[in-house]
Nanobody, 124 residues
Framework: QVQLVESGGGLVQAGGSLRLSCAAS????????MGWFRQTPGKEREFVAA????????AYADSVKGRFTISRDNAKNRVNLEMNSLNPEDTAVYYC?????????????????WGQGTQVTVSS
């Protein structure tokens, strides 16, 4: 049974930092690209960051580039998202996702497995 379980969300003041983590199980983690997406009410799910299968390549949305860092540990089946210099526009539910494709990893349609999400709220 495939499971992606996010943790680390919460309430933080603007300018602060949070570290999200996603624990994966039930599939060959190292064979999947891993991504983070976010969604706010009434809006489509938005790409945040992705890491290739080995973690050697990463991609970021322009809105988070330079502030967020994605990393993965294939030995522990975990992918993390370090978020710094947070601002209220980063408030959203953040989802971890796994993609068997190695293409279009900034697109939600590439991902077949999704976690339940973790809420991040940034106060001004």
């Amino acid at each position: 049974q495939v499971q992606l379980v996010e943790s680390g969300g919460g309430l933080v003041q603007a300018g602060g930092s949070l570290r999200l983590s996603c624990a994966a199980s039930g599939f060959m983690f190292s064979g999947y690209a891993m991504g983070w997406f976010r969604q706010t009410p009434g809006k489509e799910r938005e790409f945040v960051a992705a890491a290739s299968r080995s973690g050697g390549k990463s991609a970021y949305a322009d809105s988070v580039k330079g502030r967020f860092t994605i990393s993965r540990d294939n030995a522990k089946n975990r992918v993390n998202l370090e978020m710094n210099s947070l601002n209220p526009e980063d408030t959203a539910v953040y989802y971890c996702a796994a993609s068997a494709r190695n293409l279009d990893i900034n697109r939600s349609y590439s991902y077949g497995y999704w976690g339940q999400g973790t809420q991040v709220t940034v106060s001004s």
